[in-house]
């Protein structure tokens, strides 16, 4: 991976990248509500289940799997049929939203930064609802046509979740900002880690096992008040 490669993979991960990342908790909001998360610690303890029984069984596999479709000259509709399958693994309705969202917001912020026609086409096809487009799959569109690695695209978009999470709970328990770095610092082995067990994996593989957080995602929309959409 080159420097500029190394520098517009820092850029799209920026949590300053208008993706809209700060809009969303994906259930988490429901459990500092509850006081179930209400430290660094039971933060860190939620991120990581996020991190291990959702993102390594779902999107991170997504990702992959678009990459890799791609590096085989794989027919577009292979892409078309990879979002569907993304799609119907998010059982609530606010978490499918939320990837949809940033997916759409990930492509007309991103889509200016490159030339490939790959990504182009994508994007014009997400626009007429040709496809849906969720985060995962554009993301994975995306790096391949950069000449981004495999396991440096999968290994970003797992650390961008969790850190965006974690951005998030120290507006909203709060938190200081060195709780925050250090939340972030003590995830990092974890993404590591699930990074090398992705790039292991099939669609085969492919599961929802984080059902709490499912369930917290169904209840988020009930709250009295919210601070995230999702």
Known sequence: ??????????????????????????????????NTIFNKDTLLEFCRTFLHENLAFGDGIFVKETWQALSKAAPIDDIYKLDRLCHTMKIAKESRQGSLKMGRQFLETATPLSSSEILIEWQKAVQINKTLGHHAISYGIFTYVQGIPQHAAI????????????????????????????????????????????????????????????????????????????
Do not use: W
């Open 155 to 230: 290994s970003s978009f797992l650390y961008s979740s969790v850190a965006n999470l974690i951005h998030n709970a120290v507006r909203a328990i709060p938190l200081g900002q060195t709780a925050g770095v250090r939340a972030i610092e003590e995830i990092l082995p974890d993404c590591e880690q699930i990074a090398l067990a992705i790039n292991q994996r099939s669609l085969d593989d492919l599961s929802n096992q984080a059902i709490g957080i499912e369930l917290a995602s169904m209840e988020h929309e009930h709250l009295f008040t919210r601070l995230f959409i999702s």
């Open 1 to 34: 991976m080159s420097t500029r490669q190394l520098l517009q993979l820092m850029h799209i991960n920026d949590s300053a990248f208008p993706i809209g990342a700060y809009t969303h908790s994906f259930g988490m909001e429901t459990y500092i509500q509850k």
